[in-house]
């Protein structure tokens, strides 16, 4: 088995085509089949439903593509420390995030871009679940989540405390209280996030506590949506305050405290623990601790 055949196999996995595959690899048909064949063997197990025209993978074809993605991702990394070891100029940093954690993102990232301009900097957008996997299959060298993994492999450096905010428009009664309870939230209609996550569980359950109705009159796929609906008067919200620090601060909206509901994460930054990081990455955490400290 080299890297050239798993090559070919992720390529015959997404293009979903052995003729496809070939032209994307440059390859003939024959050879990309060949190489196939050659897997197949080795393993002594087929790697693609032959009675299905799409490029259908087997259980033993997925559990090889999985281990040939990652192995991709280190030929890559690879490439790209040795370049990095020749020239300490440059280089290229990839940040996996979700819609929450990537506002975490906004006060560091031009601290870092002032001091590393020539760093070329891609932020991912993951599911949350998903981001510790993608640090361990080198997807991503540094990961913003709010919980902390249970992977012993992962290291976990805690940056920000967040909270629970309720968001109102400023010119709503609610708009001149800082401090307000469950109970006087009960004629209120919310706008909700629909993806399902422990804090909407606790928010329920709090307001199932105190015996007051949460009247959901909406729920949206984004917290971006949420926040423009309540600047619309369509409704209040309860979302991480991070994530309206903007809007706040330019008197877009006003932030709540609850105080049934002081309910508090942490966002931490995680990477592979025991790894030799870029240069990048180990200058995207010195200015994070700085920012920390500070």
């Known amino acids: 088995m080299d890297l050239n055949q798993l090559e070919v196999l992720i390529a015959v996995a997404q293009e979903k085509s052995f003729s496809r595959a070939a032209d994307s ?6 050879a990309v089949s060949q190489a196939i064949r050659r897997l197949e063997t080795e393993i002594g197990e087929p790697l693609f439903d032959r009675s299905s025209k799409d490029g259908t993978l087997t259980a033993a074809g997925r559990v090889l593509f999985d281990l ?38 906004l006060p560091i990232l031009p601290v870092f871009r ?22 361990l299959g080198r997807d991503a060298e540094i990961g913003v989540v709010s919980f902390k993994p249970n992977d012993k492999a ?26 307000v309870s469950v109970r006087e939230l009960g004629a209120e209609s919310f706008i909700a996030h629909n993806v399902p996550s422990p804090y909407r569980e606790r928010v329920v359950q709090t307001f199932e506590k105190y015996k007051t109705p949460l009247n959901i009159s909406m729920e949206l796929p984004t917290l971006e949506s949420i926040k423009r609906f ?18 706040i601060a330019r008197g877009q909206l006003v932030a709540l405290t609850v105080k049934e509901m002081r309910l508090e994460r942490r966002l931490n930054l995680v990477y592979r623990k025991g790894a ?17 400290k500070s």
């Open 114 to 135: 002032e001091r590393h301009s020539h760093i070329k900097i891609e932020v991912k957008r993951s599911l949350a679940s998903r981001i510790p996997s993608e640090i």
């Open 154 to 179: 992962i290291a976990v450096m805690p940056v920000v405390t967040d909270e629970l905010a309720l968001i109102v428009r400023p010119d709503r009664p609610l708009a001149r209280k800082e401090v």
């Open 276 to 292: 030799t990081l870029s240069h990048a990455a180990r200058a995207f955490l010195e200015v994070a601790r700085e920012l920390q």
């Open 25 to 30: 690899l440059h390859r003939t048909q024959p």
């Open 68 to 105: 040939a993605q990652q192995m991709m991702n280190m030929r890559q990394h690879a490439h790209t420390t040795i370049r990095e070891l020749k020239d300490v100029q440059r280089g290229k940093l990839t940040i996996s995030a979700n819609e929450y954690t990537v506002m975490y993102l």
């Open 230 to 247: 309540v600047e619309q008067g369509m409704g209040v919200a309860l979302v991480p305050r991070l994530t309206a620090q903007t809007e």
